[in-house]
């Protein structure tokens, strides 16, 4: 069994407020659930405007699956967002 995970920080210049961030990243989320079947959550900067940063899961027999799992959600969410990516660290187990 191999876990892979991911930890995307997203700047999102246009977001004022904490209900518009709220609105971007559940839309971001829902997206990525139902398409992918990963976990995914935002996991800092609750409280900052224009910093999102998710965190992705997900559970399968190897790690090159993992891998292009992982690769797929990164592609989506790229393809998906007005925002930025500044920084992703990825770590299977």
């Given at each position: 069994?191999?876990?892979?995970?991911?930890?995307?920080?997203?700047?999102?210049?246009?977001?004022?407020?904490?209900?518009?961030k709220?609105?971007?990243?559940?839309?971001?989320?829902?997206?990525?659930?139902?398409?992918?079947?990963?976990s995914?959550?935002?996991?800092?900067d609750q409280?900052?405007?224009?910093?999102?940063?998710?965190?992705?899961?997900c559970?399968?027999?190897?790690?090159?699956?993992?891998?292009?799992?992982?690769?797929?959600?990164?592609?989506f969410?790229?393809?998906?967002?007005?925002?930025?990516?500044?920084?992703i660290?990825?770590?299977?187990?």
């Amino acid at each position: 069994m191999v876990v892979g995970t991911v930890r995307i920080k997203i700047y999102a210049p246009w977001v004022h407020s904490l209900k518009e961030k709220r609105m971007v990243v559940k839309s971001l989320c829902a997206k990525v659930k139902n398409k992918f079947n990963v976990s995914i959550a935002e996991v800092e900067d609750q409280d900052l405007h224009q910093s999102i940063v998710l965190g992705i899961a997900c559970i399968t027999s190897s790690s090159a699956h993992a891998d292009k799992i992982l690769d797929t959600v990164i592609n989506f969410i790229e393809g998906n967002t007005e925002g930025d990516i500044i920084n992703i660290e990825r770590l299977l187990y």
